[in-house]
Protein backbone atom coordinates (compact mmCIF):
# COMPACT_ATOMS: atom_id res chain seq x y z
CA UNK A 1 0.00 0.00 0.00
CA UNK A 2 1.02 3.75 -1.04
CA UNK A 3 -0.42 7.04 0.49
CA UNK A 4 -0.43 10.09 -1.05
CA UNK A 5 -0.81 13.11 -0.54
CA UNK A 6 -0.60 16.53 -2.64
CA UNK A 7 0.30 19.48 -1.67
CA UNK A 8 1.62 23.26 -3.26
CA UNK A 9 -0.81 24.39 -5.73
CA UNK A 10 -2.89 27.68 -6.04
CA UNK A 11 -3.65 30.80 -7.77
CA UNK A 12 -0.81 32.24 -9.62
CA UNK A 13 -0.23 34.67 -12.43
CA UNK A 14 0.68 33.84 -16.10
CA UNK A 15 4.62 33.69 -16.37
CA UNK A 16 4.59 32.95 -12.56
CA UNK A 17 6.01 29.72 -10.91
CA UNK A 18 4.35 27.15 -8.70
CA UNK A 19 6.21 23.88 -6.67
CA UNK A 20 4.03 21.06 -6.02
CA UNK A 21 4.83 18.48 -3.73
CA UNK A 22 3.48 14.55 -2.91
CA UNK A 23 4.95 12.92 -0.01
CA UNK A 24 4.41 9.49 0.08
CA UNK A 25 3.96 6.82 2.67
CA UNK A 26 3.69 2.85 2.96
CA UNK A 27 5.65 0.96 0.84
CA UNK A 28 9.76 1.85 0.42
CA UNK A 29 9.67 5.22 -1.35
CA UNK A 30 12.81 4.20 -3.02
CA UNK A 31 11.34 1.28 -4.58
CA UNK A 32 9.03 2.46 -7.12
CA UNK A 33 8.31 5.11 -10.43
CA UNK A 34 6.15 8.21 -9.38
CA UNK A 35 4.46 10.70 -12.24
CA UNK A 36 2.36 13.72 -12.14
CA UNK A 37 -0.81 14.05 -14.06
CA UNK A 38 -3.18 16.73 -14.47
CA UNK A 39 -6.42 17.29 -15.59
CA UNK A 40 -8.61 20.10 -16.89
CA UNK A 41 -12.51 20.52 -16.24
CA UNK A 42 -13.88 18.98 -19.38
CA UNK A 43 -10.81 16.93 -20.27
CA UNK A 44 -9.34 13.38 -19.83
CA UNK A 45 -6.46 13.43 -17.19
CA UNK A 46 -2.93 13.46 -19.28
CA UNK A 47 0.52 12.57 -18.55
CA UNK A 48 2.82 15.73 -17.11
CA UNK A 49 6.34 14.33 -16.11
CA UNK A 50 7.59 11.07 -14.44
CA UNK A 51 10.73 10.37 -12.93
CA UNK A 52 12.72 7.03 -11.79
CA UNK A 53 12.74 5.57 -8.25
CA UNK A 54 16.17 6.46 -8.48
CA UNK A 55 15.65 9.94 -9.69
CA UNK A 56 18.11 9.22 -12.56
CA UNK A 57 15.87 9.83 -15.66
CA UNK A 58 13.13 11.64 -15.98
CA UNK A 59 10.24 12.10 -18.84
CA UNK A 60 7.92 14.99 -19.63
CA UNK A 61 4.99 15.81 -22.14
CA UNK A 62 5.85 18.02 -24.81
CA UNK A 63 3.66 20.22 -23.54
CA UNK A 64 5.39 21.10 -20.52
CA UNK A 65 9.06 20.47 -21.53
CA UNK A 66 11.45 23.41 -20.63
CA UNK A 67 8.96 24.99 -18.38
CA UNK A 68 8.56 22.10 -15.84
CA UNK A 69 10.71 19.60 -13.59
CA UNK A 70 10.27 16.63 -11.50
CA UNK A 71 12.35 15.37 -8.81
CA UNK A 72 12.45 13.37 -5.86
CA UNK A 73 14.08 13.23 -2.62
CA UNK A 74 13.99 9.61 -1.50
CA UNK A 75 15.03 10.62 1.83
CA UNK A 76 12.26 12.56 2.46
CA UNK A 77 9.98 10.51 0.77
CA UNK A 78 8.25 13.48 -1.60
CA UNK A 79 8.20 13.88 -5.18
CA UNK A 80 8.20 17.60 -6.80
CA UNK A 81 7.17 19.26 -9.58
CA UNK A 82 8.55 23.01 -10.10
CA UNK A 83 6.14 24.51 -12.87
CA UNK A 84 7.62 27.71 -14.49
CA UNK A 85 6.62 29.96 -17.18
CA UNK A 86 3.03 28.83 -16.25
CA UNK A 87 0.45 29.45 -18.57
CA UNK A 88 -3.74 29.71 -18.32
CA UNK A 89 -3.73 25.99 -20.16
CA UNK A 90 -1.58 24.81 -17.19
CA UNK A 91 -4.64 25.39 -15.08
CA UNK A 92 -6.17 22.28 -13.86
CA UNK A 93 -5.91 19.13 -11.06
CA UNK A 94 -2.65 18.03 -10.93
CA UNK A 95 -2.28 14.34 -9.36
CA UNK A 96 0.74 12.71 -8.02
CA UNK A 97 0.50 8.78 -8.92
CA UNK A 98 3.01 5.98 -8.05
CA UNK A 99 4.07 3.59 -10.71
CA UNK A 100 5.08 0.23 -9.06
CA UNK A 101 5.88 -2.09 -12.11
CA UNK A 102 9.63 -2.86 -12.87
CA UNK A 103 11.45 -0.93 -15.65
CA UNK A 104 11.01 2.97 -16.49
CA UNK A 105 7.95 4.65 -15.48
CA UNK A 106 5.52 5.16 -17.45
CA UNK A 107 3.13 7.78 -19.76
CA UNK A 108 0.31 5.79 -19.12
CA UNK A 109 -2.20 6.13 -16.25
CA UNK A 110 -3.40 2.78 -16.13
CA UNK A 111 0.13 2.09 -14.99
CA UNK A 112 0.14 3.89 -11.69
CA UNK A 113 -1.53 1.56 -8.91
CA UNK A 114 -1.61 4.67 -6.38
CA UNK A 115 -2.75 8.31 -6.79
CA UNK A 116 -3.01 11.15 -4.33
CA UNK A 117 -5.84 13.68 -3.55
CA UNK A 118 -5.05 16.02 -6.34
CA UNK A 119 -4.04 20.03 -5.94
CA UNK A 120 -5.87 22.75 -8.01
CA UNK A 121 -3.45 25.15 -9.84
CA UNK A 122 -5.24 28.35 -11.36
CA UNK A 123 -3.25 29.90 -13.69
CA UNK A 124 -4.84 33.68 -14.67
CA UNK A 125 -3.89 35.63 -17.99
Known amino acids: QVQLVESGGGLVQARGSLRLSCAAS????????MGWFRQAPGKEREFVAA????????YYADSVKGRFTISRDNAKNTVYLQMNSLKPEDTAVYYCAADLRVGPPSRVITSYDYWGQGTQVTVSS
Open 26 to 33: GRTFSSYN
Open 51 to 58: IWWSGGST
